[in-house]
């Protein structure tokens, strides 16, 4: 599965186990302007070495797996738990380039210098 979207947060690395590291990513997805859902993917082990070049602000693809579990407490009611594992990270366009203007500012002309060689 796959989906666009804004980067809206990038979380450190967090070592949950002796084996376990895990970083999460919150992306701003727009599907009705008026409602943006804010939606949180998993990277895991050495997936969240992807997270490294993003930055808030970033367009991004997120590619993910959705995952599903069951657990069950101490009084024995089973609950389930759903995943989103982040598997590869494109990024669109980057924020800080959005910021700056696709054009170039005005050239004065009249402050050009007047010995050109130019033929016409």
């Not at 302007?33 to 997120?62: H, S, T, W």
Request: glycine fraction near 4%.
């Amino acid at each position: 599965m796959d989906i666009k979207g804004k980067v809206h947060e990038v979380t450190p690395t967090q070592q949950v186990t002796e084996s376990l590291k895990k970083r999460e990513l919150i992306v701003e997805y727009i599907e009705n302007p008026q409602y943006p859902e804010y939606i949180k993917f998993e990277a895991i082990q050495d997936r969240c070495n992807l997270l490294d070049a993003v930055k808030v602000g970033d367009d991004v693809e997120v590619f993910f797996n959705l995952r599903g579990r069951p657990w069950t407490d101490k009084t024995g009611k089973k609950s389930y738990f759903n995943s989103l594992q982040l598997w590869r990270l494109n990024v669109l366009s980057a924020g800080a380039a959005a910021a700056t203007p696709d054009y170039a500012p005005p050239v004065d002309i009249n402050s050009a210098p007047d010995d050109d060689d130019l033929p016409f």
